[in-house]
């Protein structure tokens, strides 16, 4: 399922969940001028499909919490990246197996042929926010305290941001010995498309209040006006 949003305000949560749910690709077009390049990449994925029905297993060694746990079909421009550990020594293969247009497709990957780099660290993060993200959006609304103490040691193992830890700051030097803060209106950007009537006090706001005010002021003077001429016949 490739899901689209049109529109300056849109709700990437849903989009790009129904897209994830679905297997397929997020698209947000917020602006008429990008409309035709985001067309022109739906296209792209839709029209060359290259493997369905793909199953991958590995021979010779043993792997665990791979990661996602089923896979989409193999389009251009989206290659298969799956995120894995192991144990004992990786001495065999990793087989990957699909259809194509033509049949059958089968490869394999060497895996002794590599060795650990430190230089891949980042690997191991990928993986754990991988897992914390499968965890947080099937369970969404259903609190599961197995899911709550996985994501909750998952973001603690790995320093990472979930929904149940957080980062905070700590500075030794006390830069207020005194106490004392001043509080301080901090500006906030708006959404693309989003008019400054949207908080309320800009000069807009004060502008179509005021037209308002000399409308009413207006119909007020003429009934006012009518009234008055219409006494001295009665």
Known sequence: ?????????????????????????????EDQKNAAEVAIRFREYIQTP?????????EGFETYDVQPTSYPDLLAQRPVVLFGKWR?????????????????????LDVSSFQPD??????????????IAELSDYGFGEVNDESVKQITELGLKYN????????????????????????????LPLPVGVSDLA??????????????????????????????RTSPAT
């Open 88 to 108: 004992g020594n990786p001495s065999g293969t990793i087989e990957l197996t699909g259809k194509t247009g033509r049949g059958d497709y089968k490869s394999s």
């Open 160 to 187: 990472l941001l979930t929904r149940y830890t957080s980062f905070i700051a700590v500075r030794e030097k006390v830069v207020n010995p005194n106490g004392s803060a001043d509080d301080v209106n901090q500006p």
């Open 1 to 29: 399922m490739f899901a689209f949003g049109i529109g300056s305000s849109v709700n990437r949560y849903l989009i790009e969940g129904v897209a994830k749910a679905g297997m397929g690709e997020p698209f947000v077009v």
């Open 199 to 228: 908080i309320g006090s800009e000069p807009e706001l004060i502008w179509m209040l005021l037209g308002l005010l000399l409308l009413g002021l207006a119909v007020i003077f003429r009934r006012s006006f009518a009234s008055w």
């Open 118 to 131: 430190e230089g891949n660290r980042a690997l191991r993060y990928l993986w754990a926010r991988t897992k």
């Open 50 to 58: 290259v493997l369905t029905d793909i199953k991958i297993r590995t």
